[in-house]
């Protein structure tokens, strides 16, 4: 009975979400259609996911293979232009470079904000952590042992 439930589990882990599918469909279709409101039917939904999903299987599969003749692990940006190449559709190899461009510098502004912060936030904590102990100190002694501790007496008497 396990067997005839896990090739569906595993179809629909594989499916794309069809809410975004559905917008992503209607919005590119709108900028071709004169018409505002672009309506889908169900099995037409159903056909724009499938083909996206098989597509970039197929797509991701080339740029393993891509990736595993560099003797790599890890499929990077380049394998992924390089699978397009090879799968035949050059078309999308400037688009895709331009918003890789792009959302690489918005990352690296990203990445340039977090590390700053990062920084600030070393600096901060670096900066508290010495304070209080000088502080509890004073707070304990009323503030009086400060100058003895600097003559090297802490203990408050004058031998």
Known sequence: MESSQTPKV????????????RRVVKEKLSHCSDT???SLHKDALLAFSESARIFIHYLSATAN???KESRRQTINADDVLKALEEIEFPEFIKPLKSSLE????KNA?????????????KR?????SSQPKESSKKKKDGGNNETE?????????DD
Not at 12 to 21: M, S
Not at 102 to 105: G, H, L, N, Q
């Open 10 to 21: 595993v179809a629909e882990a594989e499916e794309l979400p069809k809410a975004i599918v």
């Open 36 to 38: 505002g409101d672009i």
């Open 65 to 67: 293979d891509i990736c």
């Open 102 to 105: 792009e959302f690489r510098r």
């Open 109 to 121: 502004g990203k990445k340039a904000e977090a590390s700053k912060a990062k920084e600030q936030k």
């Open 124 to 128: 901060k904590t670096d900066g508290e």
């Open 149 to 157: 501790e600097a003559n090297g007496n802490a203990s408050g008497r």
